[in-house]
């Protein structure tokens, strides 16, 4: 899913959690609000808290898209039906969506 069609959906009114794959240190750099921080490193530990999301669209984004690809077909093996991975990244939601995130 681009950015684009998320913030399109968003906009709709449809409920879809946002989670940020990426390390701490790239958050502390650029984040989109209102995004669900679980880091790759930790989805297994932190699968459980994330199953109240189960029947809720996910659209997951890194900075350029590799990890959150990883990280959507963990959800998906996982038992998350609607998961999508953000293509670009949040790379490409700075150049599309908001140009005040930071671009690294």
């Known amino acids: 899913m681009t950015p684009r069609e998320y913030v ?3 906009d709709a009114g ?4 946002l989670l940020d794959c990426r390390t701490a240190s790239e958050r502390d750099i ?3 609000a ?3 921080h679980v880091p790759m490193h930790e989805l297994s530990a932190r699968l459980e808290g994330l199953r109240s999301h189960e029947a809720t669209p ?3 984004h890194c900075h350029h898209g590799a990890r959150s690809l990883q990280v959507t077909a963990a959800l998906r ?6 998961v ?3 293509a670009g990244g949040i790379h490409l939601w700075s150049l599309d969506i908001d ?4 671009v690294y």
Do not use: K, N, T, W
């Open 77 to 82: 093996q996982a038992g998350f039906d609607d």
């Open 8 to 10: 399109r959906r968003r």
């Open 99 to 102: 140009p005040s995130v930071a």
């Open 84 to 86: 999508h991975s953000m």
């Open 30 to 32: 650029a984040s989109i």
């Open 58 to 60: 996910v659209v997951v």
């Open 14 to 17: 449809e409920l879809i959690v």
């Open 34 to 36: 209102g995004a669900v």
